[in-house]
């Protein structure tokens, strides 16, 4: 189905297909959609960086994607993955670890510094 | 904490508290999200009509906001949620009932045409 890219990106809900934990947001392009099809791993558009980058190729950390559904709108997509480690580059499981007036949630899974150098 | 707006704009992730469904996508501004702490009912921006608006003021189908969750970069929020009826105004609990290829993958819980006159 045609689905709606604004300024050529569509956001992506993740979530856990095991667990239905939501693990993060991020933001896809067509090539990044095309690429996750194709390898069935998670592959985003990085707004910072300007450039597609695979979930987990420095980490190690992958995103098996088992289902991708979209919304009423099509404007949006929700991608049920299996997840390999911790999402959050903070090493938590998820990257909503924290309340809204900043406490901490949950437990961090791995020292981000044994995984980004 | 000190949240992210682009363009004024945060997107809200809204998960089911109790089954964990992932429901919708929306966007708040900071009035939205002061409106939503303040009366425990989430409350949206909308883009095309240009105003704040409270979820189910239409349909009934109220979200009573459980908790709020923030990701690492502050820039998404998680609205974990009691869902009163359904969340998709196509009638579907979940806006997101199709996968990909457009297959519907879930029944719909009400007619849209009784809730939106």
Redesign the interface.
């Known amino acids: ?1 045609e689905l709606i890219f604004q300024d050529g990106l569509i ?1 992506v ?1 993740v ?1 856990d297909a095991e ?4 693990l ?2 991020a933001w896809a392009d067509k090539a990044a959609v095309s690429l996750t ?1 194709e390898t069935g791993y998670a592959h985003y558009y990085s707004r910072s960086r300007r450039k597609i980058w695979k979930k987990g190729e420095e980490s190690g950390h992958l995103q098996h994607v088992i ?7 099509a404007d ?3 991608y049920l993955v299996s997840q390999s480690g911790a999402a ?3 090493g ?1 499981r998820s ?8 406490t901490i ?1 949950f437990d961090r899974m791995i020292d981000p510094k044994t995984v980004y150098i």
Chains 1, 2 share one sequence.
């Open positions: 189905m956001p809900v979530q667990t239905r934990e939501v993060m947001v099809l289902q991708i559904r979209t919304d009423c709108d949006t997509l929700l959050c580059h903070m938590y990257c909503f670890y924290r309340s809204l007036d900043g949630l």
